[in-house]
């Protein structure tokens, strides 16, 4: 009735309010920045899942160019954060480590929904 896909995305999707649940229940993650990053990393997870999935079926070379792009983009995003909230003023370590943080727990989330080769 329903693939894999579709049961990653779910749980990339519960993943992500467990995340945002875990950071409205901790004091010194009150923070806005903390719940954006959380959220940017959960639809992030969502496209990468997505594009993962798709490129599976097309060469190996666009599969690894997928794969190492979003490493990729995950890298710049974190710098891109942290010069966006050094910017502003904000507090940096706190959003920083749970973006770091959410994107591991949800790239571990993602393994099991991948087809097996």
Do not use: C
């Not at 693939?3 to 309010?17: N, P, Y």
């Not at 010069?83 to 959003?95: K, N, S």
């Amino acid at each position: 009735m329903f693939d894999r896909t579709f049961f990653g995305f779910v749980s990339i999707l519960v993943m992500t309010i467990a995340l945002l649940s875990i950071a409205f229940s901790v004091k010194f993650l009150h923070q806005i920045s903390v719940f954006i990053v959380i959220l940017a990393a959960g639809l992030e997870s969502f496209l990468a899942l997505g594009l993962i999935r798709w490129s599976f079926s097309r060469s190996d070379k666009l599969f690894y160019s997928i794969y190492f792009g979003g490493s990729l983009f995950r890298l710049l995003s974190v710098g891109a954060a942290a010069w966006i909230l050094h910017a502003l003023r904000q507090p940096v370590a706190t959003p920083l480590l749970s973006l770091v943080m959410a994107y591991f727990v949800l790239s571990l989330g993602q393994i099991p929904f991948y087809r097996r080769a």
